[in-house]
Each structure stands twice: as structure tokens, then as C-alpha cells.
């Protein structure tokens, strides 16, 4: 049987949507200013880049640069995290996709295999899993031990990367889902008490509807819920059309990425709901499980998305009334 990751893709031309969204991230990246702003970002080893280091290259204020960045985040190419005193960002994975290869540069040492090369060294890796684990280490003090930190930041990694297109946003990724997977086990174990409710959305890739849920209830709730989102067997990238649906209706997923079910995410949940993959999901007593019964929007037209968009937000927004109403 032939190798199906073997075989030529297909081009296909780009619906009005998709043409007018591409359109207007063109817009936006074609000043000067922001151009190299996403050059630097998207080549940068760490996978992202503080405002701080990101201001140092040009001559214009902070303010300034934030100003640029704000718009590149608001064309879905950007998006900011904050941490301690500082904004940090990182490309989305459709910016990866579309624009990595055009503005990377590269050098007689490093030619195109450059991201392949540094990736694949051990050395580097082992440093950057290091420092991640070092700054890990010292938010969860006192709570776990620094190799309990350690195991986890290493697993986290493995189980990215072995389904990663884009290896070079692989740290970033990374020491996000660690620390997500930190904070839950956390709460599972007793070590955290969460003053809100917790949800998890699990479907089987969570390209689609897993990503659909957890965005809807995100917006409607705040941070008066803490949701979370997996799939039992995730895919590399959340699907281009659930992203262009969601934008649709005002919900931004150009930062999300798949991530695999692990078990502590399971068991810091207070509220489990599992669509299509419901034999995946450990039992836990004390939980609550729902199943709904969605059809997968992975890989169809954008109308079929919509459609399914549709039902998942009334699904969520059924739950949200449940979770928010005073007992």
C-alpha cells in the first residue's frame, strides 16, 4: 500500500472567503515595518519573541511596535501571551504555513534544511526543554518537585512532536501545554483548588469540533469557566474552514493547536464532553459526561461548517446556561 503522506497534494483555488481573508493579512504585511516584525517572529528559535527583544531591532518606540503588533494580531498572523511583565508572540499556524518560506532568509550555513537541521539536534533541544522546565519549575513551586517538571515538559514535547509539521514552534508549544498539563494535575491531586468550573472538550483530532466548543464557551463565559480541549488522536493543525467559520461569528482560534488527551487533563475536569470519541476518555467518579452526537467538520466545504458550527454553538451555549446559573 502506498504511503498516503507520499502522494502530490492537489491545489485548489480559494473560495470568496478565504480569498478575501488572505487578502486582507497581504494588507496588512505589506508595510515594511510589520513585514519584518513577521520575519523576525517566525524565524526566531525560541517559535516567539517578547516586545522587548522584538523593539530592539528598529528605531521606533515600543509603543510603536506594539501598535504594529496589535495589527498583525488582529489579521489572525499574531498572537500575544502575557507573561510576568512582558507581551510575548508567536505566529499561528496558518501564518506558518503561508508565510514561513517567504520570509525566512537564508544563509550559506544554513540553507534550506536550516529548521530541519537545528531542530533535530539533540543538543539544542535538550537546552531549550531545559530552560522550559527551569521556568516551569519555578511557577509550580512548592508544588511539584523540579523533576516531576522535568518528566512533564519532556513528555509534552514528545507527544507534540510526533505529530508536528512545523518543528521550529515546537518549544513555545511546548512549555504551553506543559503547563497546562501541570495546572491540571495540580487540581487532580489536590494541590490547587480551581474557584471555577472546569470543562473539556474532547473529539477525535480536535481540529474541529473540540476547538469549535472550547472557543464558544471561552467567549461566552470568560474567565468564569476554565476550558480546555483535546483530541485521542490529534492532527497537526486545527482545520483551515473551522477557523474561517469561527472568525465568522467573532471567534478567534488562530492561536489554537491540537493537543493529545492525557490523563490529568481528564481528572482536573469537572464537566467532560466527548463528541465522536467517547470510548477514548478515561472514567473518572464525581464527573459529569456528556456525548454529543456532531458530525466531524474536518476537511468539508465551508457550508457543511457552518452548519456544524451552528449546532455546536447552541450545544454550548445550552451547557454555559447550566455552568453560570446560581445553584
Known amino acids: ?51 522587548g527583544q522584538l523593539a530592539a531591532e528598529f528605531t521606533q518606540s515600543p509603543t510603536a511596535i506594539s501598535q504594529q503588533l496589535r495589527l498583525l494580531c488582529e489579521a489572525d498572523l499574531l498572537t500575544r501571551e502575557r507573561r510576568q511583565s512582558s507581551n510575548y508572540y508567536r505566529p499561528t499556524h496558518h501564518a506558518v504555513e503561508q508565510l514561513a518560506t517567504l520570509l525566512g532568509v537564508e544563509t550559506p550555513e544554513q540553507g534550506p534544511a536550516r529548521e530541519s537541521t537545528v531542530d533535530l539536534s539533540a543538543a539544542v533541544v535538550d537546552r531549550q526543554l531545559e530552560r522550559i522546565s527551569d521556568q516551569l519549575a519555578t511557577r509550580f513551586t512548592g508544588v511539584f518537585s523540579p523533576a516531576t517538571v522535568r518528566r512533564y515538559v519532556g513528555e509534552s514535547y514528545t507527544m507534540l512532536a510526533d ?27 489536590g494541590k490547587a483548588r480551581g474557584s471555577v468550573p472546569e470543562v473539556l472538550f474532547v473529539c477525535v483530532r480536535n481540529a474541529g469540533r473540540s476547538q469549535m466548543a472550547a472557543g464558544f464557551l471561552n467567549q461566552l463565559a470568560g474567565d468564569r469557566v476554565l476550558v480546555r480541549s483535546a483530541g ?20 478567534h482560534l488562530g492561536g489554537a493547536y491540537p493537543k493529545p488527551l492525557s490523563d490529568e487533563i481528564v481528572r482536573a475536569a469537572d464537566v467532560v464532553v466527548t463528541m465522536g470519541c467517547g470510548d477514548a476518555c478515561p472514567v473518572y467518579p464525581g464527573k459529569r459526561y456528556l456525548d454529543w452526537p456532531v458530525e466531524d467538520p474536518e476537511n468539508r466545504p465551508l457550508p457543511v461548517v457552518r452548519r456544524i458550527r451552528d449546532e455546536i454553538d447552541q450545544q454550548v451555549r445550552d451547557l454555559a446556561a447550566e455552568l453560570l446559573t446560581p445553584a
Do not use: C, I, W, Y
Open 232 to 251: 485521542s488522536l490529534p492532527v497537526a493543525l486545527v482545520d483551515a474552514n473551522v477557523v474561517t467559520a469561527m472568525d465568522e461569528v467573532g471567534v
Open 163 to 189: 505529530r508536528s509539521r512545523v518543528r521550529r514552534f515546537l518549544p513555545s508549544l511546548t512549555a504551553s501545554f506543559a503547563a497546562e498539563r501541570l495546572a491540571a494535575l495540580a487540581k487532580a491531586q
Open 1 to 51: 500500500m502506498s504511503n498516503p503522506s507520499l502522494r502530490p497534494s492537489v491545489m485548489m483555488p480559494l473560495s470568496r472567503e478565504d480569498a478575501e481573508r488572505r487578502a486582507a493579512q497581504l494588507g496588512v504585511v505589506a508595510d515594511p515595518t510589520r513585514l519584518r516584525l513577521m520575519s523576525l517572529v517566525l524565524t526566531h528559535p525560541a517559535g516567539e519573541a517578547s516586545v
